[in-house]
T-cell receptor, first 114, second 112 residues
Framework: GESVGLHLPTLSVQEGDNSIINCAYS??????FIWYKQESGKGPQFIID?????DKRQGQRVTVLLNKTVKHLSLQIAATQPGDSAVYFC?????????????FGQGTTLQVKP | DAGVIQSPRHEVTEMGQEVTLRCKPI?????LFWYRQTMMRGLELLIY????????DSGMPEDRFSAKMPNASFSTLKIQPSEPRDSAVYFC??????????FGDGTRLSIL
């Protein structure tokens, strides 16, 4: 069945360091992947997305890497700041590439130490 | 710009009561999604609409749950009768075309 999983439930980093959050997916038919950030008491906030015809995409301080061979996705945050502390979710579209349906992973908590 | 607006933000009610959650999507967005988030099951899609038409309700837990979208700017998720196991945070999200989904800040529902 479809599943999106995260390797580590909690990641603790020092302020100023780079963070890498990993995600594994199981459906090889997925062609769209997305990362969300969720702060306490708020809804998931879009960070960055990537389609399967790319293996890397950069945003402001964030980079998403996609390795289709091993079905792995990662989110890199440069110069991590206290405001980056949140739960990060990856999601894939599974076999529903044109419907907008997303399958979410369980989330990784990022803790930034001052 | 106004984001997705959900109401109420918090709801506490006794089991057996009817609960109605409301969502106003971002103007111009043509797809709307209802999710439920719990610690045990994470974020689950319940139902989604495209151009106000329900497309996939396979995630709706049971017949006690229903959702409507009477127009492009309003949707409701109703639970009748409510049960304690329905306690969760319910999110609404919307998107335009193939753009990313944007989420509201959710309704925290507690059924006593």
């Amino acid at each position: 069945g479809e599943s999106v999983g995260l390797h580590l439930p909690t990641l603790s980093v020092q302020e100023g360091d780079n963070s890498i959050i990993n995600c594994a997916y199981s459906n090889s038919a997925s062609d769209y992947f997305i990362w969300y950030k969720q702060e306490s008491g708020k809804g998931p906030q879009f960070i960055i997305d990537i389609r399967s015809n790319m293996d890397k995409r950069q945003g402001q301080r964030v980079t998403v890497l996609l390795n289709k061979t091993v079905k792995h996705l990662s989110l890199q945050i440069a110069a991590t700041q206290p405001g980056d502390s949140a739960v990060y979710f990856c999601a894939e579209n599974g076999a529903s590439s044109n419907t907008g349906k997303l399958i979410f992973g369980q989330g990784t908590t990022l803790q930034v130490k001052p | 710009d106004a984001g997705v607006i959900q109401s109420p933000r918090h709801e506490v009610t006794e089991m057996g009561q009817e609960v109605t959650l409301r969502c106003k999507p971002i103007s111009g967005h043509n797809s709307l999604f209802w999710y439920r988030q719990t610690m045990m099951r994470g974020l689950e899609l319940l139902i989604y609409f495209n151009n106000n038409v329900p497309i996939d309700d396979s995630g709706m837990p049971e017949d006690r749950f229903s959702a409507k979208m009477p127009n492009a700017s309003f949707s409701t998720l109703k639970i009748q009768p409510s049960e304690p196991r329905d306690s969760a945070v319910y999110f609404c999200a919307s998107r335009r075309g193939n753009q990313p989904q944007h989420f509201g800040d959710g309704t925290r529902l507690s059924i006593l």
